[in-house]
């Protein structure tokens, strides 16, 4: 298993609520990634943060945003929740030592809208 | 826009028997190649990365190798197991503004029978 953690594992709300993911990284870790991984598709890349600001995003709406904080754990906010929204959401982390190609993924927050 | 492609989108095979997993993809301006793994409802395991000055990578009964100029890569599974049976995920790296992101494939799932 990887150090990286995210929470909570599952997570129900209905349409048009907001909602908040958490991604622990590995230690040493200063780079972040978030994944949106509909049912039976692979993942699409929302953004990514570095040192606390946001240097790479995907094709995602701005009520999608994030955080990344001092210590380098992360989050991934949502506005105005919306049916497809429903997914997998996955986060990565990396560092300087081992280079962007040296990703660990978490283990996902399966997120579910009513 | 950069497409991933994966064929077979399913595969079924006795255990024992060795099988090839393909991905194309439409952009060859990628940075490496990596191929995941996947568990039911779980975060992505990276088993093999071929840089884009690479042909191939291989780490046990895995072999992964890549034509950039022709868009493709196979990954080769030698003496399947009953616990190869996941989903496997291909995916580029690719320049993302000032970073880089991972765009996927949508898997092929491998299932591995006794």
């Known amino acids: 298993e990887t150090g990286v953690t995210q929470s909570p594992t599952h997570l129900i709300k209905t349409r048009g609520q907001q909602v908040t993911l958490r991604c622990s990284s590995q230690?040493?870790?200063?780079?972040v990634s978030w994944y949106q991984q509909a049912l039976g598709q692979g993942p699409q890349f929302i953004f990514q943060?570095?040192?606390?600001?946001?240097?790479g995003r995907g094709n995602f709406p701005p009520r999608f945003s994030g955080l990344q904080f001092p210590n380098y754990s992360s989050e991934l906010n949502v506005n105005a929740l919306e049916l497809d929204d429903s997914a997998l959401y996955l986060c990565?982390?990396?560092?300087?030592?081992?280079?962007?190609?040296?990703?660990?993924f978490g283990p996902g927050t399966r997120l579910t809208v009513l | 826009k950069q497409e991933v492609t994966q064929i077979p989108a399913a595969l079924s095979v006795p255990e024992g028997e060795n099988l090839v997993l393909n991905c194309s993809f439409t952009?060859?301006?990628?940075?490496?190649l990596q191929w995941f793994r996947q568990d039911p409802g779980k975060g992505l395991t990276s088993l093999l990365l071929?840089?884009?000055?690479?042909r191939e990578q291989t780490s046990g009964r895995l072999n992964a190798s890549l034509d950039k100029s022709s868009g493709r890569s196979t990954l080769y599974i030698a003496a399947s197991q009953p616990g190869d049976s996941a989903t496997y995920l291909c995916?580029?790296?690719?320049?993302?503004?000032?970073?880089?992101?991972?765009?996927f494939g949508t898997g092929t799932r491998l299932q591995v029978t006794l």
């Open positions: 230690s040493g870790h200063n780079t």
């Open positions: 943060y570095y040192r606390e600001e946001e240097n």
């Open positions: 952009d060859s301006a990628i940075y490496n």
């Open positions: 990565a982390s990396s560092g300087w030592r081992e280079g962007p190609d040296t990703q660990y």
């Open positions: 995916a580029v790296r690719v320049r993302a503004g000032t970073a880089s992101k991972l765009t």
């Open positions: 071929i840089q884009s000055s690479q």
